[in-house]
C-alpha cells in the first residue's frame, strides 16, 4: 500500500431532462433553463403533475441506443451515461483494478407494476451486474441503496476502496426512474409542489420530481486527469438524525455533524468553502434544517446553491448529478443561480445565490439528507489532499447475532427459539417480547424492520455503546439482497387498484431498505455514519473490509455491521458489532 494516494476526478457524465451530457446539462444550468414541466400522464398519476421527464426521443438519436434494445430503460440510461465518461477518460473498465459502485434508490422499480410474481430484474443486484458486464468488468459490483443520499455514499466508499489500495479506479454510476411507484409514493406525503419548486424560499410548498443517471470516474492516476487544474475528492463522511424516518433532524446538529467531518478529513475550515451545493429539496423542514446545518457549521456567508429547480430531486442519481455539476462550478470558475428561490423563508440567514455569475472556487461542499434520517457530505477541492491513507485491518468483532429459522443465535448459542411458533409474524413478535420492554413503535414497522431491530436488541444485549462511545462514534453498515422489495409490493398492489387508490405514506416510508438503520439508529440514538448496501449473498469478507475503512476514520470507533434480509417469509439477519483494533 502506497503512503499516499490522491483521488482524482478524471471522467463524467450527466444526463437528465436538460441533455445528455455533462456539458450539455450545464450549459443550460448557467443559461438558467429548467427541464421541469407540466404533465397530464394518467399511467404515473390520474391528475395533472410537474416533474422533470427524459425525452426518450432524444436518447434514440444516440448512437449506441439501437445496441440497447435487450436492457431496460434505467439500465440503458446508465449504459449511456457510463460510455460517455469512460470514452473521455481512458480509464480500462474491463481491469480487476476498475470497480463499479451503483447508487440507485428503487432502480427497475417499474417491473413490479401490475405482476403477480417478481421480475429478476427488479432485484438491485441484477440491474448492476447487466450494466457492468456491458462493459466487461470481471469485478462484482457495489450496489448502494440509501435513499437520497446514495449518490454520496458512492463517492464516499469509492475514495475509500481507492485511498486503501484495493483498486485505482472506480466508476460511479447513479439512477433513478420517475415513475408511477414514486410519484404516487411522494404524493402521499403531500410533498410534491403542484409548481416548479422554490429552494429556500418564503413560499416553498414541496419538492419536484425528477428523473436522471450519472457517471462520475475517480481515479489515484493523476495522468488521466485532463482539467489544467485536478479536481480531488478531499473528503467524505455521513450520519443520522436518530430523530424520524421520513421527517428531519428538527436542528440540524447531525447534518452539521457529517459536514464537520468531511471538512476535517479535508484539512479545511468553515472561511475555505468557496460554494456549497445542499440538498435542498424546497419542502419546507429539510429546507430549515440545512438552513440551521449551515449555521452550525458557520458557513452562512458562503454562496449556497439547490440545483433542484432545474432537474428536480433525482432520488439515488442525485448526489452524482449534482457533485458533477460541482465539478464543472470549479471548471468553469461560476456560481449558479438557485432557480426559483426568491425571498428566504429559512430561519437561518443563509446566502442562497440569486444570480449566476463568475467566481473564484476552489473548495465545494456538497451534501445530501434523506428518508430514515440519514445525511452525507463530500468535499471537491483543487487544493492538495492531506488527509490519510484507510487502514483496512483495523476492525475487531466482539460479537456476533444470527436469526434465521426461527431462532436467534449468540456467538454460536442458541437464545431463543421460537420454534413452536407458526409463522415469522408470531415468531419475531414473541423473540421481541423476550428480549424488550414494549416499544410502541415495534407493531407499525415492516418486516425487514423488525427483523433488524430485533437482531441488534439481541446483538446489544448487557452492551452500553453509550457509555464509552459518544453518538456520532457509533456507526452501521448492513447489507441484503431484496431492499425492501417485500413492503414495494405491498405499495405497488395498493397503486395498481385504481378504484380506490388508497396512497398510503405509512406503506411508502418502508419502501427503502435503509429505513431499518433509521429505525435502530432512532431506538439506540446512534448519529454516526451509515451505509446499506445490495448483495446477492452475506459477503462477510467484502463487509469487513468496508467496515475497517470506516473505522479508520477519526469520527468512527465501533459498528454494527452485517445482514438483514426479508421477502416473503423468507429471513436472515447476521449482525457483527465490531470496534476499532
Not at 413490479?112 to 432485484?123: G, V
Not at 489515484?220 to 436518530?242: E, F, Q, R, Y
Not at 462550478?329 to 463568475?358: C, D, H
Request: glycine fraction near 6%; hydrophobic fraction near 40%; charged fraction near 25%.
Amino acid at each position: 500500500m502506497e503512503n499516499h494516494r490522491v483521488v482524482y476526478a478524471v471522467g463524467d457524465n450527466i444526463i437528465t431532462s436538460l441533455g445528455t451530457t455533462t456539458r450539455e446539462n450545464v450549459d443550460n444550468i448557467q443559461a438558467e433553463k429548467t427541464g421541469i414541466k407540466r404533465y397530464e400522464n394518467a399511467s404515473l398519476f390520474p391528475e395533472p403533475f410537474v416533474a422533470s421527464i427524459i425525452d426518450d426521443s432524444r436518447l434514440k438519436t444516440l448512437p449506441l441506443w439501437e445496441k440497447l434494445s435487450n436492457y431496460h430503460r434505467l439500465e440503458k440510461l446508465m449504459i449511456l451515461s457510463a460510455s460517455d465518461a469512460l470514452q473521455k477518460c481512458g480509464v480500462d473498465a474491463s481491469s480487476k483494478r476498475t470497480a463499479f459502485i451503483f447508487s440507485t434508490t428503487k432502480g427497475n422499480i417499474d417491473l413490479i407494476a401490475k405482476s403477480e410474481t417478481l421480475n429478476p430484474d427488479a432485484e438491485l443486484a441484477n440491474m448492476a451486474l447487466h450494466v457492468s458486464t456491458f462493459f466487461k468488468s470481471t469485478n462484482k459490483p457495489y450496489i448502494i441503496s440509501n435513499a437520497c443520499i446514495s449518490g454520496v455514499l458512492a463517492i464516499l466508499l469509492g475514495q475509500r476502496l481507492l485511498k486503501s489500495g484495493e483498486y485505482d479506479h472506480v466508476v460511479l454510476i447513479g439512477g433513478d426512474l420517475t415513475t408511477e411507484f414514486i410519484i404516487s409514493g411522494f404524493m402521499s406525503f403531500k410533498s410534491v409542489s403542484p409548481n416548479p419548486c422554490k429552494p429556500y424560499d418564503k413560499s416553498r410548498d414541496g419538492l419536484s420530481m425528477g428523473e436522471g443517471a450519472a457517471t462520475l470516474i475517480l481515479s489515484v492516476d493523476k495522468s488521466l486527469v485532463k482539467d489544467a487544474t485536478p479536481i480531488m475528492v478531499a473528503g467524505c463522511s455521513s450520519s443520522n438524525d436518530a430523530n424520524h424516518i421520513s421527517g428531519p433532524s428538527r436542528t440540524g446538529h447531525e447534518l452539521h455533524l457529517a459536514i464537520t467531518h468531511a471538512m476535517q478529513e479535508a484539512g479545511l475550515k468553515a472561511s475555505d468553502i468557496h460554494m456549497i451545493d445542499m440538498h435542498g429539496t424546497a419542502t419546507v423542514y429539510n429546507d430549515e434544517m440545512e438552513s440551521k446545518a449551515v449555521g452550525l457549521t458557520h458557513l452562512e456567508s458562503s454562496p449556497l446553491l439547490s440545483l433542484k429547480g432545474y432537474i428536480g430531486h433525482t432520488m439515488g442519481a442525485s448526489g452524482l448529478i449534482e457533485s458533477v455539476v460541482c465539478l464543472e462550478a470549479i471548471r468553469r470558475q461560476m456560481l449558479f443561480r438557485t432557480l426559483g428561490f426568491s425571498e428566504l423563508g429559512v430561519p437561518v440567514n443563509v446566502n442562497v445565490t440569486t444570480e449566476t455569475r463568475p467566481a473564484q472556487i476552489k473548495n465545494i461542499l456538497k451534501t445530501a439528507s434523506g428518508f430514515g434520517g440519514c445525511n452525507a457530505a463530500v468535499i471537491f477541492s483543487t487544493e492538495k489532499s492531506g488527509n490519510k491513507v484507510p487502514n483496512d485491518d483495523c476492525a475487531k468483532t466482539i460479537k456476533e447475532c444470527v436469526i434465521a429459522d426461527k431462532k436467534v443465535m449468540i456467538d454460536g448459542k442458541t437464545v431463543f427459539d421460537g420454534s413452536d411458533y407458526q409463522d415469522y409474524a408470531a415468531f419475531i413478535r414473541a423473540a421481541f417480547k423476550s428480549i424488550s420492554e414494549p416499544y410502541m413503535k415495534f407493531s407499525k414497522m415492516d418486516d425487514l424492520c423488525k427483523l433488524g431491530l430485533i437482531a441488534t436488541e439481541f446483538l446489544l444485549q448487557g452492551v452500553n455503546l453509550h457509555e464509552k462511545y459518544a453518538e456520532d462514534e457509533i456507526s452501521m453498515l448492513l447489507a441484503n439482497r431484496y431492499s425492501s422489495l417485500d413492503t414495494d409490493i405491498t405499495h405497488q398492489h395498493i397503486i395498481d387498484d385504481r378504484s380506490t387508490y388508497q396512497l398510503s405514506p405509512a406503506v411508502f416510508v418502508y419502501t427503502l431498505a435503509n429505513i431499518v438503520m433509521g429505525e435502530v439508529s432512532i431506538r439506540n440514538k446512534f448519529k454516526g455514519e451509515n451505509l446499506f448496501l445490495i448483495d446477492e449473498k452475506f459477503d462477510r469478507k467484502r463487509m469487513e473490509q468496508i467496515a475497517s475503512l470506516s473505522l479508520s476514520c477519526e469520527n468512527t470507533k465501533v459498528m454494527i455491521v452485517g445482514w438483514v434480509d426479508f421477502f416473503k417469509d423468507d429471513y436472515s439477519a447476521h449482525l457483527l458489532l465490531v470496534e476499532k483494533k
